[in-house]
């Protein structure tokens, strides 16, 4: 059974940094292509991170040159570094495992991330 879980969220002032990390279990970690994806509130769910299996990541223009993405293969566990946060950087941010030719998509419970001073 997969298994993501977040941690890391918190409450930040603007132009602070937070990590988020997300902890996976029950398939072939490295075999899969991850991302992070956030929700305001009433906003639609939107990617911010990408990563692929072979380590090649892309990221959504409003975060670029401010979040970085990363996987540790051997311990399961896909980060997300963000810097230079802004209010509208505020929302629940889940962990995704995305679905192959064999699986469907996972996701995590969520971590709340709040920009404010």
């Known amino acids: 059974q997969v298994q993501l879980v977040e941690s890391g969220g918190g409450l930040v002032q603007p132009g602070g940094s937070l990590r988020l990390s997300c902890a996976a279990s029950g398939s072939i970690f490295r075999l899969n292509h991850m991302a992070w994806h956030r929700q305001a509130p009433g906003k639609q769910r939107e990617l911010v991170a990408r990563?692929?299996?072979?380590?090649?990541?892309n990221y959504a223009d409003s975060v670029k040159g401010r979040f970085t993405i990363s996987r540790d293969n051997g311990k399961n566990m896909v980060y997300l570094q963000m810097n230079s946060l802004k209010p509208e950087d505020t929302a629940v941010y889940y962990c995704?495992?995305?679905?192959?030719?064999?699986?469907?998509?996972?996701w995590g419970q969520g971590t709340q991330v709040t920009v404010s001073s």
């Open positions: 995704n495992q995305e679905a192959t030719v064999i699986s469907r998509a996972y």
């Open positions: 990563i692929a299996n072979n380590g090649y990541t």
